[in-house]
């Protein structure tokens, strides 16, 4: 095989996971009207309200592994859209408690699990040497694209916040 054949190759791969990533990111904003952001910051609040009595925007930054500034934008919205409610804590008036709405829960009803989650599962049934081998690739991709030094939050979405940032109602 050819040096140019592989580049090919490599450029086409890298093109191909581009294209996903906003194929699926379009699809989800077309059918649900959320960000995929927006989608894991209402699955943390749901998941983190099972397993603790209150929820609150470091815990959700914490979970989703977004920036703390990031996701409290991301809530601004969702509440304003009436997907979820802040309220202060009785106790401590300090603290801002994070509650889903009912809309918020009817707007997860149904939405497909997210791109990420199934990488992260098919990604975790391979083995620790192929996982090592694949991190090591990608990160030299990064370097060879001279992207190390951008920061990147381990979220796969084609925009972490869009300009037009009005899918919500």
Known sequence: MEENDLVERMLRAIRR????????????ARNSGLTLPQLLCLRAIRDLALERDE????????????????VSRILERMERAQLIERVRNSTDRRRVLIHLTETGKQ???GIPTPLQ?????????????????????????????EAAD???EPVIA???????????P
């Open 55 to 70: 929820v609150t925007a470091a815990l959700v930054s914490s979970r989703v592994g977004l920036a703390a500034a990031t």
């Open 107 to 109: 707007r997860l009803a």
């Open 158 to 168: 084609a925009e972490l916040e869009p300009r037009d940032e009005r899918r919500l």
């Open 117 to 145: 989650e199934q990488f992260v599962s098919r990604v975790t049934s391979l083995g620790e040497e192929q996982q090592r081998q694949l991190v090591d690739s990608l990160e030299q991709v990064v370097d060879l694209m």
């Open 150 to 152: 951008l920061a990147a």
């Open 17 to 28: 996971v581009i294209l996903k990533t906003s194929h699926y990111s379009r699809s989800l």
